[in-house]
């Protein structure tokens, strides 16, 4: 066994310093856990150490514009491109070949448009709640999709989000709260995300939607995908769900969990770990 295989805890792209918590046996199969908008590396604590219990290594990185050291100013630097390219650099770090990429909601945008680019880096690829980014813009169009984004264009607006959260805090918290989320997540976000000044830099993803090209509209997967849904999610519909599949050019499950919200890696890491693993078992 190669136990004597080093921790992360850093990596580092364009500059910028990334922090990482690399948990489980070392020699295990990398599991890749990318988290979304408004959460931290922390919300895959209960979904990490269950796949840990069950030999998988797992790593989750605090993400551009999160990561205190990896906050650039200016929207451009948070274009797909270079989310994806954060994630390339820290599977390049890692040095351990093709990883199991799982993504929620922001995270799983990411980690569609990696696997769709970049086939070769990534062994599974395990997507929560946001679908590939062509059956987000086809749900748009044919279901009420359109309707259940309208924050998105909120959070185009300069400044006013942030006043929001910062000035306004019952308004911010009654839109999480009504999005699924409990009294104490809400109270993780400020401490997490609000208060530690990383408000701006993680809104600037919504902002750089602009910057993204139509090829990634239309790029297709070609590893092994699970694509999971959740029938309390206010923000992404089920027909973005059923469409995800056209967009998948090998074995592809979409798997829906009844009776959950959005926030699935905070609310369900027993059930949502069990369905991650059937899915890794797709290509061990």
């Known amino acids: 066994m190669a136990t004597d295989l080093p921790r992360l805890d850093t990596f580092h792209n364009d500059g910028l310093t990334f922090e990482v918590m690399d948990t489980g046996p070392i020699d295990g199969e990398v599991v890749v856990l990318l988290h ?21 290594r797992t790593l989750m990185p605090s993400q551009r514009g999160y990561s205190p050291l990896a906050r650039p100013r200016g929207v451009y630097a948070y274009r797909m491109s270079r989310l994806v390219s954060d994630i390339l650099a820290l599977i390049a770090t890692l040095d351990r070949g093709p990883v199991h990429l799982v993504g929620h909601d922001w995270g799983a ?4 448009s990696l696997a769709a680019a970049h086939p070769g880096s990534v062994r ?10 062509g059956a987000f813009l086809g ?28 000035r306004h805090r019952s308004l911010f918290t009654r839109l999480l709260t009504s999005a699924g989320m409990t009294a104490d997540e809400v109270r993780t976000v400020y401490a997490d995300i609000v208060d530690a000044g990383a408000m701006s830099t993680s809104l600037n993803w ?30 992404l519909s089920r027909r973005s769900a059923e469409l995800a599949g056209r967009f998948v050019d090998a074995p592809y499950q979409l798997r829906i969990m009844a009776g959950c919200t959005h926030w699935l890696p905070e609310q369900a890491p027993g059930p949502l770990t069990d369905l991650i693993c059937e899915s890794l078992a797709t290509n061990p």
């Open 206 to 235: 919504y902002r750089a939607m602009v910057f993204n090209t139509p090829r990634e509209l239309r790029r297709k997967v070609t590893v092994p995908t699970m694509h999971i849904w959740s029938d309390g999610d206010t923000a």
């Open 124 to 133: 599974t690829l395990t997507t929560l709640s946001v679908p590939h980014p």
């Open 139 to 166: 749900a748009m169009l044919s279901s009420d999709q359109l309707l259940r984004s309208y924050y998105m264009g909120l959070f185009q607006l300069p400044k006013l989000p942030e006043l929001l959260a910062t």
């Open 36 to 56: 979304g908008w408004p959460q931290t590396a922390g919300c895959w604590a209960g979904v990490s150490a269950r796949l840990n219990d069950r030999g998988y």
């Open 109 to 112: 945008a990411v980690a569609w």
